[in-house]
């Protein structure tokens, strides 16, 4: 008789290196075949076992927030991600989560302790926020009178013609960021991609903004949330899943988990820290599967890559974003995208999506430890669905990286073009990429 599921975690007191991806990939979803169809139902529970989804707005082939969701469960309506994150009275709102980030809003409190810490650190004496305390007043009043507004909504007689120096954003914007950092403020959508901004009151549910979470115990929480996402984790994984600074303070909070029986202290072949075994933990709760069959097309800011260090760990993949490198200088493309077939990641494809032609670009394509001999076939699979979800017609594969040749030939139905560095795709009017100029991290530690 197999063990339960916790009792099976617990009596784990060392993981190969391919156990652990088995463990980290059935954690994120990957352990089982996508539904047959996605609905509401299938985005929540996806959602829910990511815990967070990061946003960014980088769009050369789709926006980031959309693709986690097709990594797991398939080519779904994008139309039914947006009805759930951008609803009137959505049980999802955004904030500084990992970065730039949707979460429930069910836990906004949570995140008490970085609106503070945010607070203390940009709204301090002397600080832009401080000295224009007239316009920010002022935004308020027009939140609290008009509900929730676009910032091009908002006018302001003494606003300046130049624009401001964070982001490039005029004065109207900046005061609604700050605000919105500080928790005074929430997103309440998105018209296209430009967020509404209300009053915190006008979005979140009372009895949340009545109950925020003390320091320690979000932190504790939080921790224990990244450590279930991720299955097997080091300290620096899980600090990094909410970008809290405070290592002390997730490493108390491992201890009290361990204590409570919810996590394992582990080893895994091949984690080290300065030639030692490096410590991780196990969730109580964590399967190891002993086969993980998958097939997916990662985003960059997906949990399973997103901290390159784990991603070295788990898979041995070196990924940096290329897309502020100079075209000349780039190795693998302007957004590359991970490939996972199996229990590994064994490629990367720099898509593109040219909707005048209605073709899906394959600008690069590279593998990893030579690939699998299957890899061929099942990226080609992917990347016909890939086209079909974004409603294009047709494939087009180019002559730039070791594995475009294997992929023209199992994609007989595809064009070749020559290898062309693609262009910045400009962003939307208010919003950064995320990542690429983040806030001090010491400042989100709280």
Do not use: C
Not at 108 to 123: E, H, I, P, S
Not at 333 to 349: A, E
Request: proline share 7%.
């Amino acid at each position: 008789m197999s063990a339960p599921r916790a009792t099976l975690a617990r009596v784990k007191s060392s993981l190969s290196a391919a156990e652990a991806r088995r463990v980290a990939l059935a954690a994120q979803g990957f352990g089982r075949p996508r539904p047959t169809a996605a609905g509401t139902r299938q985005l929540n529970g996806a959602l829910a076992r990511m815990a967070t989804l990061q946003i960014d707005s980088v769009n050369v082939f789709a926006r980031s927030h959309y693709m986690p969701l097709f990594s797991r469960v398939g080519a779904y309506d994008t139309a039914a991600l947006d009805r759930l994150l951008f609803a009137r009275r959505s049980p999802y709102v955004e904030y500084w989560a990992h970065v730039a980030a949707f979460i429930p809003a069910e836990d906004w409190g949570l995140f008490d302790f970085r609106m503070q810490a945010l607070r203390a650190k940009y709204g301090k004496p002397g600080g832009w926020f401080d000295a224009n305390r007239d316009i920010v007043d002022w935004v308020r009043a027009e939140l609290a009178d008009r509900g929730p507004l676009r910032p091009a909504q908002i006018e302001h007689d003494a606003k300046e013609s130049a624009r401001g120096p964070w982001w490039d954003w005029d004065v109207v914007k900046q005061a609604l960021e700050y605000l919105w950092m500080f928790g005074e403020v929430a997103i309440a959508g998105r018209r296209g991609f430009e967020r509404r901004y209300g009053l915190a009151e006008q979005v979140i549910p009372r009895h949340v903004l009545e109950a925020p979470v003390p320091r320690d115990d979000a932190v504790h929480e939080l921790t224990r949330r990244a450590a279930r996402a991720y299955g097997v984790a080091t300290a620096a994984d899980i600090a990094d899943y909410w970008r809290i600074a405070d290592r002390k303070a997730v490493t108390t909070a491992l201890g009290d988990l361990v204590d409570a029986g919810e996590l394992h202290p582990i080893t895994v072949e091949g984690w080290t820290t300065a030639g030692r075994p490096a410590k991780a933990w196990l969730h109580a709760d964590a399967v190891v599967p002993r086969k993980v069959d998958a097939a997916a097309i990662l985003t960059p800011f997906d949990p399973v890559v997103w901290f390159r260090d784990r991603a070295e760990r788990l898979f041995d993949f070196e990924y940096r974003i290329e897309i502020y490198t100079p075209a000349s200088r780039r190795r693998f493309g302007y957004y590359s995208l991970p490939v996972l077939i199996g229990d590994d990641i064994v490629g990367r494809v720099d898509l593109k999506a040219d909707r005048a032609a209605s073709r899906l670009l394959v600008q690069s394509a590279w593998w990893e430890h030579g690939g699998p001999p299957d890899a061929a076939p099942r990226l080609a699979d992917e990347l016909r669905l890939a086209a079909a979800w974004q409603g294009l017609e047709s494939l087009s594969v180019s002559r730039w990286g070791d594995a475009t040749d294997d992929l023209a030939r199992v994609l007989p139905e595809a064009t070749r073009h020559e290898a062309r560095p693609a262009e910045p795709v400009p962003l939307a009017p208010d919003e950064p990429v995320a990542g690429a100029r983040d806030l001090d991290v010491e400042a989100l530690a709280g």
